[in-house]
């Protein structure tokens, strides 16, 4: 039983105790499980998670959580479906253990991209949200949610911590000569982001607008049914519906000047690589003389690290919420930034039964 020092006498009997398992069975993925135990001081959790011949998960939890604090660290390796399976089923099985209290610790939300209707698609983070209610999760840590949001998706308490502190401190301490920087929004969608940082840091913002934008533009919101076709019949006569008229992407503008300056990308997740790249050639082009990517969670999926490689970026600065051990030695420009210690705080926090405003000091709405 892990106890905080100045918590008294022996809150830890009081409160039951806490357990950390990690619910993962990819060897990569249970490092930032490590990490926050060796930050708390205490022993990871005895717990078996393996697959089967057939591909089932399989949970085994070798001691007992009756009546203790668990927290469930859930990092997303490349099989991501396996991943939430693993942290579902350990979830239930702490549950039916009688676990006091189930927090489940997973710093990128999977599935946090589609959370938005898309023509006849579905929430899905809303469904994984009412699968890991279901299942017994009592609260939930993450980090950078896609969408703010998604916390609504949840009838739990929810707590989005920030990895903005950390870049900000990374840029300060690690780009020499940042106060020549200038804090880039990729798309106009990120320029919330971008706008927070160049605030903190006092420095200039540009925003790219134009043919290099995210496939998330409005083109593909909302259900397109009934058909946009006029049918006179269906309707009311008297009524005719405006179309609207189709969107077009005006050519690439930076607003902003950037000559002679260091770019600063910044964005939450970077995983397609295309419009990070394209973007650097348009940075490059309009005379910026060192081009950094910021993001927290950093998917890096298939061919990414090469790109990266081969591409006008300079550094892609990255949080350990994702393992990218692989990506890294594929690709050298990739640095990392370890959040750990604000996750360990976090759970130290939620144990001990502390305020977490402490953890959201000088947070703004669009941080």
Same mark, same amino acid.
């Given at each position: 039983?892990? *106890?905080?020092? +100045?918590?008294?006498?022996?809150?830890?009997?009081?409160?039951?105790? $806490?357990?950390?398992?990690?619910? +993962?069975?990819?060897?990569?993925?249970r490092e930032l499980g490590r990490r926050i135990a060796?930050?708390? =001081?205490?022993?990871l959790?005895?717990? @078996?998670?393996?697959?089967?011949? +057939?591909?089932?998960?399989?949970?085994q939890i070798e001691e007992s959580v009756r009546s203790k604090d668990v927290f469930i660290i859930q990092t997303v390796s490349k099989d991501v479906n396996t991943t939430i399976m693993e942290l579902l089923i350990m979830v239930y099985a702490?549950?039916? &253990?009688?676990?006091?209290?189930?927090?489940?610790?997973?710093?990128?939300?999977?599935?946090?991209? @589609?959370?938005?209707?898309?023509?006849?698609?579905?929430?899905?983070?809303?469904?994984?949200?009412?699968?890991? *209610?279901?299942?017994?999760?009592?609260? $939930?840590?993450?980090?950078? $949610?896609? @969408?703010?949001?998604? @916390?609504g998706f949840f009838n739990i308490p929810v707590d989005n911590l920030r990895a903005s502190p950390f870049l900000l401190q990374y840029i300060q301490e690690e780009i020499p000569d940042y106060r020549n920087a200038v804090i880039v929004a990729k798309s106009p969608a990120s320029a919330k982001r971008a706008q927070s940082f160049a605030e903190r840091l006092r420095l200039g913002i540009a925003v790219i607008h134009g043919e290099a934008q995210d496939a998330e533009s409005d083109l593909v919101d =909302?259900?397109? &049914?009934?058909?946009?076709?006029?049918?006179?019949?269906?309707?009311?006569?008297?009524?005719?519906?405006?179309?609207?008229?189709?969107k077009e992407k005006p050519p690439i503008t930076v607003v902003g000047d950037v000559g002679g300056r260091i770019a600063i990308i910044v964005d939450d997740i970077i995983d397609d690589v295309d419009s990070f790249l394209a973007a650097a050639e348009t940075l490059k082009e309009r005379g910026a003389y060192k081009i950094f990517v910021m993001a927290t969670h950093g998917i890096l999926s298939s061919d990414a690290p090469q790109l990266i490689e081969e591409s006008a970026i300079d550094e892609v600065v990255v949080t350990n919420t994702i393992p990218h051990e692989i990506q890294k030695l594929q690709c050298p420009k990739i640095k990392t930034v370890d959040i750990s210690m604000i996750l360990s705080e976090a759970i130290r926090r939620i144990h001990n039964g502390e305020s977490m405003s402490y953890l959201f000091r000088n947070i703004g709405m669009d941080d």
């Amino acid at each position: 039983v892990w *106890c905080h020092t +100045n918590c008294g006498p022996d809150m830890s009997a009081a409160n039951g105790g $806490l357990v950390i398992f990690t619910a +993962n069975s990819n060897p990569s993925s249970r490092e930032l499980g490590r990490r926050i135990a060796e930050r708390l =001081g205490v022993e990871l959790g005895k717990v @078996q998670v393996y697959q089967e011949a +057939n591909r089932e998960t399989r949970v085994q939890i070798e001691e007992s959580v009756r009546s203790k604090d668990v927290f469930i660290i859930q990092t997303v390796s490349k099989d991501v479906n396996t991943t939430i399976m693993e942290l579902l089923i350990m979830v239930y099985a702490c549950r039916t &253990s009688c676990a006091r209290n189930i927090i489940g610790v997973i710093p990128y939300f999977p599935y946090s991209k @589609q959370c938005k209707m898309r023509k006849r698609g579905s929430i899905v983070s809303k469904l994984l949200a009412s699968m890991m *209610c279901k299942a017994g999760l009592t609260h $939930l840590i993450t980090m950078d $949610l896609h @969408q703010k949001e998604i @916390q609504g998706f949840f009838n739990i308490p929810v707590d989005n911590l920030r990895a903005s502190p950390f870049l900000l401190q990374y840029i300060q301490e690690e780009i020499p000569d940042y106060r020549n920087a200038v804090i880039v929004a990729k798309s106009p969608a990120s320029a919330k982001r971008a706008q927070s940082f160049a605030e903190r840091l006092r420095l200039g913002i540009a925003v790219i607008h134009g043919e290099a934008q995210d496939a998330e533009s409005d083109l593909v919101d =909302g259900r397109h &049914s009934p058909p946009t076709v006029k049918n006179s019949g269906a309707i009311h006569p008297s009524l005719e519906i405006p179309l609207l008229i189709p969107k077009e992407k005006p050519p690439i503008t930076v607003v902003g000047d950037v000559g002679g300056r260091i770019a600063i990308i910044v964005d939450d997740i970077i995983d397609d690589v295309d419009s990070f790249l394209a973007a650097a050639e348009t940075l490059k082009e309009r005379g910026a003389y060192k081009i950094f990517v910021m993001a927290t969670h950093g998917i890096l999926s298939s061919d990414a690290p090469q790109l990266i490689e081969e591409s006008a970026i300079d550094e892609v600065v990255v949080t350990n919420t994702i393992p990218h051990e692989i990506q890294k030695l594929q690709c050298p420009k990739i640095k990392t930034v370890d959040i750990s210690m604000i996750l360990s705080e976090a759970i130290r926090r939620i144990h001990n039964g502390e305020s977490m405003s402490y953890l959201f000091r000088n947070i703004g709405m669009d941080d």
